[in-house]
């Protein structure tokens, strides 16, 4: 990793205080769906029984076509449609465009895949994909999601919350933190074959965090099986912090003592804290945070606090600086 800050990618908003510079260097520069979906009967079949699930999991793949209540961690929104949600994404593991994940995704084999939980656990394991998914009845959440680069989107997410793992291999008293680590393959990663980052990308939560009711494994996206370029076969999503700290394709789960290094705070710590909980007051060094744009919309919206999650999850930092732990 370099001692310099990489740049971020061009913006496409108006909004900037101060004027920026360019960032195409480090990462180039997006609602139909209106109801999630539920997991019925001979879904779990589909979602499980598809070695590697192609790139661009076609419209009609869906598990099931029933709609279903709002559940108590959702947001009314209009969901993001999915050909957009699908296309406009950052995943520098597949290069530095919005689209290059989309492009190149059909690179990633997610069958075989095994997890490794461990670390300060009583009881670690490794796990195979499809054996991890049966461990738990599959929910839907439909979250905000809020780029550190002022976009947004609202995504449906179908997965388990991650608590529920983490209460399985039982964490000992030592256990303060937990570390995720994405899959390392430059054959499969494009984008690895360039030290634009430190690979394997890391990434971490304080073990409250991580235990936190909206705190979720991801292994599927409106119904479908989770597309290769939105993270596949198991993501991490946490709603109230900006994306990049929902790692993507994660082969490792580690519970720890001491705070981890992740992988944007080494890269450009003055930029990417541990924390980065969505904070309209507190800008990033190159650009308000306090609107945003939410793909599909000319306007931009007003920012809110924890990404409107703060009546849940702003108990967490009671009493904390949060210009100083951003």
């Known amino acids: 990793m370099s001692g310099t800050p990489p740049d971020l990618p061009e913006r496409d908003d108006a909004e900037q205080t101060p004027p920026v510079r360019p960032r195409r260097e480090f990462l180039k520069n997006a609602a139909l769906f209106t109801g999630t979906v539920a997991l019925l009967g001979g879904g779990l079949e589909l979602l499980t029984r598809r070695p590697g699930a192609a790139a661009e999991s076609a419209p009609g793949e869906l598990l099931a076509q029933a709609r279903r209540p709002l559940g108590p961690y959702d947001t009314s929104e209009a969901v993001t449609p999915y050909a957009q949600a699908t296309t406009y994404n950052n995943f520098y593991e597949f290069g530095l465009g919005k689209d290059d994940p989309a492009r190149l995704a059909g690179s990633l084999k997610t069958r ?4 490794l939980i461990d670390g300060e656990v009583r009881k670690p394991v490794r796990v195979d994909i499809d054996t991890l998914e049966s461990w738990f009845p599959l929910e839907d959440r439909i979250y905000r999601m809020r780029c550190v680069e002022g976009w ?25 933190y ?7 393959d430059p054959k499969q990663f494009p984008g690895q074959r360039s030290s634009v980052l430190a690979w394997p990308y890391v990434e971490g939560l304080r073990l409250d965090e991580a235990l936190h009711p909206l705190t979720f ?12 370029q939105n993270g596949a076969p198991l993501r991490l999503v946490v709603p109230w912090k900006y994306g990049f700290k929902s790692i993507k394709s994660v082969v490792r789960i580690t519970l720890t003592r001491e705070q981890p290094q992740t992988t944007w705070a080494l890269a450009a710590p003055d930029e990417y804290g541990f924390y980065a909980n969505v904070n309209p007051a507190v800008p990033h060094p190159r650009w308000s945070q306090a609107t945003e744009r939410r793909i599909g919309e000319l306007r931009r919206r007003p920012t809110l606090p924890f990404n409107g999650y703060a009546d849940q999850v702003a108990h967490l930092y009671s009493g904390m600086d949060l210009r100083r732990f951003f």
Request: aromatic share 8%.
């Open 178 to 184: 937990v570390k995720f680590t994405a899959l390392e």
């Open 217 to 228: 494994m991801a292994v599927g996206l409106q119904g479908r099986v989770l597309p290769n």
């Open 112 to 115: 075989p895949w095994t997890v």
């Open 152 to 176: 947004s989107m609202v995504m449906p997410w179908l997965g388990f919350p991650l608590a529920a793992l983490l209460r399985r291999v039982e964490p000992n008293s030592q256990a303060k």
